[in-house]
């Protein structure tokens, strides 16, 4: 039986994950793919043993050279996360003959290109199914399952963090600020929260989806990126009496030969099945040409189901290694249709909720609605909500498609009114 060694770097949580499994589950890997999958390292800054596996202590080094320079590992997971010494390690690995295994976004959203092209010269692959919704299947389903399929929209719920925070915010009523607390003391969220919470882990994975369904590798800077801090409860509860949800999504979108990409917590009806998908749950809906609509729900973090992502990816690494035929990559670049220009966010429509707090007096209403229709925003319905403060009260408006621009034009405008106090815009999508 063929053995596949194979070179762990990163021995944190998901490394941990990763070594059990292999470990616990070896023989129906074995059974499953026909090959004898062996981890001959592990390096890592600290090789002290972790008390959930235990490892043979020879196995374990502080010294990447004895994964890179052994001609006998066949395969490197990377679990080391961020973008150096990542991307060095990856690189040499591809350099030294060897297929690789990431989770990494980040990187892949910041040099996928240069990686890919590096492994295409290599004849080697990286392979990153764990890099996009933990468990799911996604990345696979991508390249594989939907192989024939041509891509016109992705909406996802990518980003656990935001969504357990947005979930418990709108079921036990508590603010941002107390939900984020909470996410935090259950290690649902990182002390720094800033990548998750405005919206950047998102944007990344969004930039790693767009490349495989679109061919299109594109910047951070390309993306509009928006977070959920600024989300409030009353946006939530006027949201609930309009049957609406708030979810942070990353959305891709391709018309004719452009295409948009964007990151910001946007309302859906609560009849749509993302709005289902609470807590740290993660979702990616997909609209294709020939399957249509389909939906793929998981747990998109957490030790096992991002485990069972690596292990994914090094048994279909293991069966290369194995293959006798020859080395043909999967081909990302421009496979998904041309793509002329990506659409800034200024040039998209979409609808809009907009929460004025504005002084209660008779005119305000039609003042605000005068400036929303010069900048030719319609609005569909409006509606006053109870007084909060003395003589200040929630004005809510739902409008028709607008373009972003007039939108932005208009409350810039409005916030300089010294009726209006306070103004929140989220936008709206209808799939
Ligand atoms: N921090 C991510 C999230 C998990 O909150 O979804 C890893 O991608």
Redesign the pocket.
């Known amino acids: 039986m063929k053995k596949i060694n194979i070179g762990l770097v990163g021995f944190g949580t998901i490394g941990t994950g990763v070594v059990r499994a292999l470990k616990e589950r070896n023989s129906l890997l074995t059974k499953r793919s026909g090959m004898q999958l062996v981890l001959k390292r592990i390096c890592d800054k600290d090789i002290t043993q972790r008390k959930t596996v235990n490892v043979d202590r020879s196995i374990l080094t502080k010294n990447i050279d004895d994964i890179l320079n052994d001609k006998e590992i066949d395969i490197v997971i990377e679990l080391v996360g961020g973008i150096h010494p990542a991307k060095e390690i990856i690189s040499e690995a591809l350099k030294k003959g060897k297929h690789v295994v990431t989770a990494n976004?980040a990187l892949l959203a910041e040099c996928g290109l240069e990686l890919f092209r590096l492994s295409n010269s290599q004849k080697r692959d990286i392979y990153f199914e764990a890099s996009v919704g933990?468990g799911i299947p996604i990345i696979r389903s991508l390249k594989e399952g939907l192989v024939s399929n041509k891509f016109a929209a992705i909406y996802g719920i990518?980003?656990?963090?935001?969504n357990f925070i947005l979930t418990q915010m709108s079921q036990q009523g508590i603010s941002f600020k107390d939900a984020l607390r909470d996410a935090q003391k259950r290690g649902?969220?990182?002390k720094k929260p800033t990548?998750?919470i405005e919206g950047f882990?998102s944007a990344h994975?969004l930039i790693v989806l767009a490349q495989i369904a679109f061919g299109k590798f594109v910047k951070l800077s390309d993306i509009f990126v928006e977070g959920i801090s600024r989300i409030s409860l009353d946006d939530i509860k006027y949201a609930t009496e309009l049957g609406l949800v708030i979810k942070l999504l990353a959305i891709a979108k391709k018309q004719k030969d452009e295409l948009e990409l964007r990151v910001h917590p946007t309302m859906i009806s609560k009849q749509h099945l993302l709005a289902s998908v609470d807590g740290?749950f993660?979702a990616i809906h997909l609209s294709t040409d020939m399957v249509g609509d389909l939906l793929l729900y998981g747990p998109?973090?957490g030790q096992n189901p991002?485990a069972s992502a690596v292990i994914s990816d090094v048994v279909s690494l293991a069966e290369k290694v194995n293959s006798s035929s020859m080395f043909v990559p999967f081909n990302f670049e421009q496979t998904g249709g041309r793509i002329r220009r990506l659409r800034k966010i200024d040039q998209i429509s979409t609808r809009f909720y907009i929460r004025f707090m504005a002084i209660d007096k008779p005119g305000v209403l039609a003042k605000i609605s005068g400036v929303l229709g010069k900048y030719n925003i319609s609005i569909a319905s409006v509606s006053q909500k109870e007084r909060r403060r003395a003589k200040i009260v929630p004005v809510v408006i739902v409008t028709h498609e607008a373009k972003e621009r007039a939108m932005r034009l208009a409350l810039e405008r409005l916030n300089k009114l010294a009726i209006v106090r306070e103004s929140v815009a989220i936008r709206m999508e209808e799939t």
Do not use: I, R
């Open positions: 976004k933990g990518v980003n656990g963090t935001s649902f969220a990182e990548l998750d882990d994975k740290a993660n998109g973090a991002t």
